[in-house]
């Protein structure tokens, strides 16, 4: 592959990484979803809940938010530990602290919230758990599983794009020497509109979701 045909396919790569992890696209493929499921969901408890209870409530609650926001094809072999899982893993409590066992204290005491305070945090949970599964495959499909010629000129691209915008050392490195940080560079323009706003990756036209999500990666 000529150099200026590797240039061109990593300006495309780098553009489809950029499109598909709009924060816009994201939320609307993952937090709107599971928003409107979490609202949707129907139980009947007393604070303080019993262990037994909380338990059927969570478990269902995981199947209901796969099934409905997700739409998930494959089910889940056993909600419950998923629950307890996600819970332990990402669950945040004001008064107790982190992990499932905060998540359980906070069922019981109906100053925290009871247990609506705990789904609410289970939503944030999978929340961030399926955002992260996301984030990492969008990277593997087009740029970790990439030649290592096309991820230099990713790179490389990086640092003529975004030169101004990084830290001195990594202004420094070579283009090797920076693959394994492209996904850190990236997402921290992502998250960054005002720099997005002024750098386009297409070799034509503008930069849409629309136009870069409709074309084959590479």
Known sequence: MKNIEVAEHARQAIGRVVAELNP??????????????????????????????????????????YEKALESSWMIADPLAEAILLLDRHYHSVIYGAGYAAAVLDADDAAAGGIQTVLAGLAESIKDAEREKYIRGVFTWHLRSAQWSMRCEIARILLEDYGPFLPERLRKC?????????????????????????????????????????????
């Not at 609202?39 to 303080?48: I, L, N």
């Not at 394994?180 to 921290?188: A, E, R």
Request: charged share 25%.
């Open 24 to 65: 816009d696209f994201v939320k609307s493929r993952f937090d709107e979803p599971i928003a409107k499921a979490a609202k949707q969901f129907e139980y009947e408890a007393e604070c303080p809940v019993a262990h037994k209870v909380l338990h059927e409530i969570i478990a269902r609650f995981v199947e209901h938010i």
């Open 174 to 218: 070579a283009p090797a020497q920076l693959v394994d940080v492209i996904p850190s560079i990236l997402q921290g323009f992502i998250c960054s509109d005002s720099a997005l706003q002024q750098i386009s990756f297409c070799t034509k036209g503008p930069l849409t979701a629309e136009t870069l999500l409709g074309r084959e990666p590479l």
